[in-house]
């Protein structure tokens, strides 16, 4: 069965520093995908980047980037030039590629909590 | 406009109550979910239907029970609560079959409180 560690219960920056949030799992397929959430106050839960597993180059939106490391099954997610709306749960997340009869599973590891400061 | 819609947002119960909890999605999926959120915010997936028919099951009691009613619609019956129940029970959906690996959008979920 895949697991989705994530060692960081807790962090906090400052605003517009960098922070960098880390995720392992573990699994023996060779191919899959990768996400990772954020679960803001308000509990609704959002997509914020997704990586497959057979594209070498890491995903990138806007602020938000990845550093997949395949081989050693690290996929961290960088927050760059955070800001206050950042405060969120972060989740780190794995999907098989093969639906079972349609159905794709998350896994989801135990989350992080970042809290931005001013 | 809402995509994943869950109702209630909030439900407040007694033991040994029973209480349904519906989700509707307007994206057209196929695949809806129900996760489950407990109080230290680990998330873990209870049911899968795709296109009304139940495809994942994980260990849940058998006092849970989903109902779709048509694929766009994935209601979750719960009967005999226990304090143990409470938590956030989140109903997502996913595209189906090609689209595979795009994630889940995920409703807002319904924060369920035993007393």
């Known amino acids: 069965a895949q697991t989705v560690t994530q060692s960081q219960p807790e962090m906090s920056v400052q605003e517009a520093e960098t922070v960098t949030l880390s995720c392992t799992y573990d699994?023996?397929?060779?191919?899959?995908?990768l996400f990772w959430y954020k679960q803001p106050p308000s509990r609704q839960m959002i997509l914020v980047i997704r990586q497959e597993a057979y594209k070498q180059q890491n995903a990138t939106e806007n602020r938000f980037s990845v550093n997949f490391q395949k081989a050693a099954k690290s996929f961290s997610l960088k927050i760059s030039d955070s800001q206050l709306g950042d405060t969120a749960m972060y989740f780190c997340a794995f999907m098989k590629p093969r639906p079972i009869q349609g159905a794709q599973k998350l896994v989801f590891g135990q989350g992080t909590r970042l809290t931005i400061n001013p | 406009d809402t995509a994943v819609s869950q109702t209630p947002k909030y439900l407040v119960t007694q033991m040994g109550n029973d209480k349904s909890i519906k989700c509707e999605q307007n994206l057209g999926h196929d695949t809806m979910y129900w996760y489950k959120q407990d109080s230290k915010k680990f998330l873990k997936i209870m049911f899968s239907?795709?296109?009304?028919?139940?495809?994942i099951n994980e260990t849940v009691p058998n006092r849970f029970s989903p109902k779709s009613p048509d694929k766009a619609h994935l209601n979750l019956h719960i009967n005999s609560l226990e304090l143990g129940d409470s938590a956030v029970y989140f109903c997502?959906?996913?595209?189906?079959?090609?689209?595979?690996?795009?994630?889940?959008?995920f409703g807002s979920g319904t924060r369920l409180t035993v007393v």
């Open positions: 239907y795709n296109n009304k028919e139940l495809i």
């Open positions: 699994t023996s397929e060779n191919n899959y995908y």
């Open positions: 997502a959906s996913s595209p189906q079959p090609y689209r595979t690996g795009f994630g889940y959008t």
